[in-house]
């Protein structure tokens, strides 16, 4: 059975700081992408930070410099870890997993974690 799911999201002031974590479990971790989006009240869905197989990363405008994401393939778990984080990074947190195997496409998502910067 499939599982994904996302820790570590609370409430944090501007300039603090949080590291998420999604652990996965049933299927080969190592052979899947690795994304963190974002949900804002009202607004689409957004790329936050991808890792691929190899660990090569990829992240959005507004975070580069200010998240990184990491993955260790022995835990099954990838994390993002934030700093100097803004109000407007307020957001339900879901983690992603993606894996085209033979012209198939593996598509798995986590349950989400609320993000809330405020003082």
């Known amino acids: 059975q499939v599982q994904v799911a996302e820790s570590g999201g609370g409430l944090v002031q501007p300039g603090g700081s949080l590291r998420l974590s999604c652990a996965a479990s049933g299927f080969t971790f190592s052979r899947y992408a690795m994304s963190w989006y974002r949900q804002a009240p009202g607004k689409e869905r957004e790329l936050v930070a991808a890792?691929?197989?190899?660990?090569?990363?990829n992240y959005a405008g507004s975070v580069k410099g200010r998240f990184t994401i990491s993955r260790d393939n022995a835990k099954n778990t990838v994390y993002l870890q934030m700093n100097s984080l803004k109000p407007e990074d307020t957001a339900v947190y879901y983690c992603?997993?993606?894996?085209?195997?033979?012209?198939?496409?593996?598509?798995?998502w986590g349950q989400g974690t609320q993000v809330t910067v405020s003082s």
């Open positions: 890792i691929s197989t190899g660990a090569n990363t």
């Open positions: 992603n997993a993606f894996s085209r195997i033979l012209l198939r496409e593996f598509d798995y």
